[in-house]
């Protein structure tokens, strides 16, 4: 009557799980970035695709090194170190020289991540670690690979007088105007266009904010993110541009803040886990990006502005705990 | 029917159809029934007969004087074998009174409870006890404590664990009973309101109830979402108050008893039929997939038998529902009164062996889909580093075991299996939360 029981495992409920698993989701993050991350490749050529590749080798070989020097069972597999480098290579610009990203992504994985103790642990998005690190290091030579001038290489239609100007990218360019004038010297609202799907200034996440808006509702829909950062951040951002008197579509799709806000801020280990948290801490990270991008040495904020926030995260958690079902005044 | 009508939640694959559309049909008699002695939650019976008397069905062969406790009786007429121990589900053993049974068996008779005034008494007599899978006492929670006024009857038709099918049949093929048990109930404790609960996913038991219900008894649909049917979230869905912290359901006037119970009142109280069966839905990898009316103390490996056995690779079998059932370290048990289910769970299908060395990736679905408002990864993290009293601080006695923190974690970690661990050692420390 009895049945073997020996391949029947005997565990405490529940007995079933979802189909969500750490790698599916990070595969996901993968595949959202993956349409920018091409198009990038493709219209800025080898050395972004060299940057892809170093960056990408660099987290996953600390990642590895560190496991295997450390004999902690190897993680590369869980996805997360290919988002790290495919984020980081994302924020740099493709002139950066390979030294330098290899640094980026050794620090990244290194001290952004696994000193702390791996995957959950770390309080700093390690991407933006990397990134902090090479940008203090070698500000000049990031700076010079970013104004490299792309607009002398290829004119586009959009932007063929700016070509002529310089070759800084309209960002720095605008701050420029604003210190020297407080006006601006090219047409703001004429550069939507190249900034949402061709825009070859600054680094791998710029060239096109469109496929980085169309990845990040992906994320959304599919449930992966809180919508609440993006547009707590985008929100913010914009709001605030325009209160500083700028033009607000503008300045969200220039610099890093769409790959900020849909890619970087919504990381889910250094970001608040409620949902009052995340809009609070994307609210947050729009508010240090814009007073940074107006008011700081560099136009550039989004990094320091997101590092910031993730330090808060912690504390935002704190202040958002969730009210546990039944404890009210018994109204007997 | 997408309102959220408590807070967190989650949708499993509800993998009914294999059953629901399946009537309610005799499982084969065995030849030997074992009949815990203990099917219940409260004091476990003593066998009131011995080795070698005769016994008729409904018979009572174990009781005790206890204000928790619940009697047993003999499904069959037959002859005692053996007073004896047995596994149970749960994994504990207990008293048992072996049956061997009569080659002729007429279900249609049996022992009749005690005649009388006394409603209570007589469902105590017919052993009835909560059969969502609590096995409750029905009797206790029919006679609310002095001062406490019961203004709502609900009856759980919810059935919201995955695979179970057993409440929608009898509610589709039974609803006058349903209907009529929710009557008595009311009338026992008094109560104005009767409402009857029934997930969306069974439009068709729903109507077959509204179409018996008498006068005063509502019938509301809710949104199909896990744990819809647990206590505290049916209460609040219904009638928009918390059960406080640490209090009964009775503390904001309301008690909640299962379908099916409600149907063994009606029968307890009208034909005076002791509660000797009940509806399994034997399901997931079995050649025969069904809805079985199971005598009480037949073993699952023979209902499982009955169900043509199981097929293909199976990794798991559960007693109740698989997110918060049992799961079997043998098939050797006998079923008893709050079994709704057996669920073969194919490899694949069902979670892996628990592993406490997958980080939390704070993704924050925990905390999300809790429905009592919870941070399971905090609790979690606290059990796991034996810190009882930081587990209790964050209200680890409010879980309601509900299995969704683990079964919506990504890495798989044991949530659940954590804090059920904090709980019992928050309670046998006597930690005030
Ligand atoms: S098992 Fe407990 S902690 Fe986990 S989701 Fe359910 S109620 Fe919350
Ligand atoms: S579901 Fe798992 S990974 Fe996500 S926050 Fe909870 S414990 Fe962490």
């Not at chain 1, 994985?109 to 670690?129: D, R, T």
């Not at chain 1, 900034?195 to 710029?206: A, I, K, T, V």
């Not at chain 2, 698989?322 to 194919?346: E, F, H, N, Q, R």
């Amino acid at each position: 009557m009895s049945e073997p029981l020996t391949a029947r495992v005997v565990g405490p409920a529940p007995h079933i799980t979802s189909k969500e698993s750490c790698g599916g989701i990070m595969l996901w993050v993968v595949g959202a970035l993956a349409p920018a991350a091409i198009w990038a490749a493709i219209s800025m050529g080898a050395p972004a695709v060299l940057t892809l590749a170093v960056c990408i080798g660099a987290t996953l070989g600390t990642e590895a090194a560190w496991n295997a020097i450390a004999r902690r069972s190897q993680t590369i597999f869980d996805g997360s170190a290919l988002v790290t480098g495919l984020l980081l290579a994302m924020s740099m610009p493709p002139r950066t020289p390979w030294w330098i990203s290899l640094v980026a992504g050794f620090i990244a994985i290194a001290l952004g991540k696994m000193i702390f103790g791996g995957l959950g642990w770390n309080i700093f998005n390690p991407a933006l670690v990397g990134r902090a690190f090479v940008s203090l290091s070698w500000a000049g030579v990031i700076a010079a690979a970013e104004n490299y001038g792309w607009f002398r290489v290829l004119s586009l239609p959009a932007v063929g007088e700016y070509d002529a100007i310089s070759g800084a990218t309209r960002l720095a360019l605008a701050a420029a105007d604003r210190a020297a004038s407080g006006a601006y010297g090219f047409d703001l609202a004429a550069q939507y266009q190249p900034l949402l799907f061709h825009n070859l200034e600054g680094s791998l996440g710029e060239v096109s904010a469109g496929l980085l808006i169309l990845g990040g509702l992906v994320l959304i829909v599919r449930g992966i993110i809180d919508w609440r950062i993006p547009v707590g951040y985008i929100g913010t951002m914009g709001l605030l541009s325009w209160a500083f008197g700028s033009d607000p579509i503008f300045n969200v799709l220039a610099g890093g803040v769409m790959l900020g806000a849909f890619f970087m801020a919504t990381d889910y280990v250094t970001s608040p886990m409620s949902r009052n948290g995340r809009l609070v801490f994307g609210i947050g990270c729009g508010l240090f990006n814009a007073v940074g991008r107006f008011f700081g040495p560099m136009p550039e904020s989004t990094t320091f502005a997101i590092l910031f926030m993730n330090g808060l995260a912690p504390l935002l958690d704190r202040f958002t705990r969730p009210r546990t079902f039944g404890w009210v005044k018994s109204d007997e | 029917m997408g309102r959220a009508v408590f807070r967190g939640g989650v949708h499993p694959p509800e993998h009914k159809d294999a059953t629901a559309g399946l009537p309610v049909e005799w499982a084969p008699l065995p030849e030997r029934l074992v009949v815990p002695l203990s099917q219940h939650l409260g004091a476990p019976c003593k066998a009131t007969v011995a080795a070698g008397d005769r016994v008729e069905r409904g018979q009572v062969v174990g009781d005790i004087e206890a204000m928790v406790s619940s009697p047993v009786h003999s499904p069959v007429s037959g002859t005692v074998a053996e007073i004896g121990t047995t596994l149970t589900a749960a994994g504990s053993v207990v008293g048992c009174v072996v049956i061997d049974r009569d080659e002729e068996q007429d279900l249609d008779s049996y022992v009749a409870v005690p005649d009388g005034d006394d409603r209570r008494a007589r469902v105590r007599a017919a052993g009835i006890v909560g059969m969502g899978g609590a096995t409750f006492p029905s009797v206790v929670k029919l006679t609310p404590p002095k001062g406490m006024e019961i203004t709502t009857v609900i009856l759980n038709g919810c059935e919201c664990e995955p695979f179970l099918t057993c409440d929608h049949r009898l509610m589709l093929e039974q609803p006058e009973r349903v209907v009529a048990g929710a009557g008595y109930i009311r009338d026992m404790v008094g109560a104005k309101r009767v409402v009857i609960a029934v997930e969306s996913n069974k439009p068709d038991a729903a109507a077959a109830l509204k179409a018996v219900a008498t006068e005063g008894i509502e019938v509301t649909v809710l949104p199909t979402r896990y744990p819809q049917g647990a206590e505290k979230q049916l209460i609040y869905a219904l009638v928009k108050k918390e059960v406080p912290h640490g209090k009964l359901p009775a503390a904001v006037g309301v008690i909640v008893h299962n379908v099916a119970t409600a149907a063994a009142i009606a029968d307890a109280l009208e034909l005076g039929k002791p509660l000797t069966e009940r509806v399994v839905t034997v399901t997931g990898s079995v050649a025969r997939p069904g809805n079985y009316r199971v005598l009480l103390g037949t073993l699952v490996s023979e209902l499982i038998e009955a169900a043509g056995g199981l097929t293909g690779d199976v990794e798991r079998v559960i007693s109740g529902g698989p997110m918060t059932g049992m799961a079997l370290g043998s098939l050797d048990v006998p079923v008893t009164k709050g079994m709704s289910g057996i669920v073969a769970l194919p490899k694949g299908m069902a979670a892996a062996a628990v592993s406490d060395d997958q980080p939390c990736m704070r993704c924050g679905r925990c905390p999300e889909s809790c429905p009592m408002g919870l941070e399971p990864y905090a609790i979690a993290n606290y059990a796991h580093r034996a810190m009882w009293d930081a587990a209790a601080k964050r209200d680890a006695l409010d879980c309601i075991e509900c299995g969704i923190c683990s079964y919506v974690c990504p890495t798989n970690r044991p949530l659940a299996q954590l804090i059920k661990v904090a709980k019992a050692a928050a309670m046998a420390k006597g930690v005030k939360a």
